[in-house]
């Protein structure tokens, strides 16, 4: 009896071991896949994770064709948490690619997006998160033609070279020709 009087006056001290959902949120359990976060400085851009991506999720766009710079961007409401990206980052290990143990928020119509430049440069555009999806698949669709601008930049450059060696070589064999006179 003194004994379960003890152990009772013992748990009306202690924490409680439930937490007051959903007015306090539940904690990210160990090793909880959450948000990819990316580091600018340490990526070689090459697109590895974009392309292994299975929902779409990590898009780069290319802002300048002429120098081909991209600028990465990730859609945390599109991601499914899958880690592929991680794993086929080559400088993952450095820490270029990171997934975090907790998720952003719910994305709710007052609601404000963190800020931070590891989220990538489109999350940090954002001003309002009720224009999230809309944005998001117009920044898609401009990301897509990016990449088809930059191939095309990139042919159009090969012709050019193309043509200047074969003007070069003519002239060089006209030079030979009338050297042979
Ligand atoms: S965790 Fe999966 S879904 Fe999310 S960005 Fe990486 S590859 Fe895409
Ligand atoms: S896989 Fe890693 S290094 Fe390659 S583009 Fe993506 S973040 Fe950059």
């Known amino acids: 009896m003194v004994k379960m009087f003890i152990e009772s006056l013992k748990n009306l001290t202690k924490k409680p071991e439930t937490i007051g959902y959903p007015h306090t ?7 909880y896949k959450g ?3 990316y580091d600018e400085e340490l990526c070689i851009f090459c ?5 292994i991506c299975p929902p779409g ?3 780069f766009e290319i802002v300048d064709v002429e120098n081909n710079k991209r600028e990465y961007s990730y859609n945390p409401y599109l991601c499914i948490y899958c880690h592929a990206c991680v794993d086929a980052c080559p400088k993952a290990d450095e820490g270029c690619l990171v997934q975090s143990e907790t998720r952003l928020p719910p994305l ?8 931070d430049k590891k989220l990538g ?4 555009r954002i001003e ?6 809309k944005k998001w698949d117009e920044f898609e669709k401009r990301a897509r033609e990016s990449r088809e601008k930059l191939a095309e930049h990139k042919r159009l450059k090969k012709l050019k070279k193309q043509q200047e060696a074969k003007v070069k070589k ?4 006209k030079q030979q020709a009338e050297a042979n006179k």
């Open 25 to 31: 949120p539940s904690p990210e359990p160990k090793g």
């Open 35 to 37: 948000t990819i976060l």
């Open 47 to 51: 697109d590895k994770c974009e392309d």
């Open 57 to 59: 999720a990590i898009l």
């Open 108 to 115: 709710g119509r007052n609601e404000t997006l963190p800020k």
């Open 121 to 124: 440069y489109f999350v940090n």
């Open 128 to 133: 309002e998160a009720k224009d999230f999806d």
């Open 170 to 173: 003519e002239a060089e064999a």
